[in-house]
């Protein structure tokens, strides 16, 4: 396992279109995050599963966000109706159980919304 | 509000030239204070969790510390290779999700 593995890298998408990102976490890790990062901030808290099961959402997340993680491996993260404030890394990170050593991130996928 | 404070928000130093960077928390039940190493482009790099206050943790050049209201990490004769940001977070027994600081860019000139 070489460990989290995003989907694309970069996006550049026009305003008002729909966006999909994919996930792929460490085999044997049961918990995804997907965290959004904007230039000069820390990693902002989007959604959690465990297994299959969606367990915590930001109340920041509006309704134009959805994650699914089917069959608790991948996950896709998805955004309707684009906005420009939407532009930011979009971080994926998995660990077993609460990640006392830690979550992989991984390299995130850049979304430019012009 | 579970909260995490970091500073300064940038800082250069010669090479060879020690320093500390900040973290500040306020959390209810903390159940681990995590460092994380940036590269520009890339996703965070795990580098210590510490649980309780008075726990210290050494990799290499970097050495973190934990009291009840901050921590530290400090940074021992620095190379232009540890140049990077570095980020904060705690985790709460309230919920799952890990709370990030803002960073602190570390710039080491040779």
């Known amino acids: 396992d070489t460990g989290v593995s995003q989907d694309p890298r970069h996006k550049i998408t026009k305003r008002g279109q729909n966006v999909t990102f994919r996930c792929d976490p460490i085999?044997?890790?049961?918990?995804l995050y997907w965290y959004r990062q904007t230039l000069g901030q820390g990693p902002e808290f989007l959604t959690y599963?465990?297994?299959?099961?969606?367990?915590?959402k930001s109340r920041l997340l509006s309704d134009r966000f959805s994650a699914e993680r089917p069959k608790g491996s991948f996950s896709t993260l998805e955004i309707q109706r684009t906005e420009q404030g939407d532009s930011a890394m979009y971080l994926c990170?998995?660990?077993?159980?609460?990640?006392?050593?830690?979550?992989?991130f991984g390299s995130g996928t850049r979304l430019t919304v012009v | 509000e579970d909260q995490v404070t970091q500073s300064p928000e940038a800082l250069r130093l010669q090479e060879g030239e020690s320093s500390s960077l900040n973290c500040s928390y306020t959390?209810?039940?903390?159940?681990?204070l995590f460092w994380y190493r940036q590269d520009p482009g890339k996703g965070p790099e795990f580098l210590f969790t510490?649980?309780?206050a008075g726990e210290e943790k050494e990799k290499e050049r970097l050495k973190a510390t934990l009291t009840k209201k901050e921590s530290f990490l400090h940074i021992t004769a620095p190379k232009p290779e540890d140049s990077a940001t570095y980020l904060c977070?705690?985790?709460?027994?309230?919920?799952?999700?890990?709370?990030f600081g803002q960073g602190t860019t570390l710039q080491v000139k040779p």
């Open positions: 977070a705690v985790g709460s027994s309230n919920t799952g999700k890990l709370i």
């Open positions: 085999s044997e890790h049961n918990r």
């Open positions: 599963f465990q297994n299959e099961a969606q367990l915590e």
């Open positions: 990170a998995s660990s077993l159980g609460q990640g006392a050593t830690g979550y992989t």
């Open positions: 959390v209810s039940g903390l159940r681990g």
């Open positions: 510490l649980y309780s």
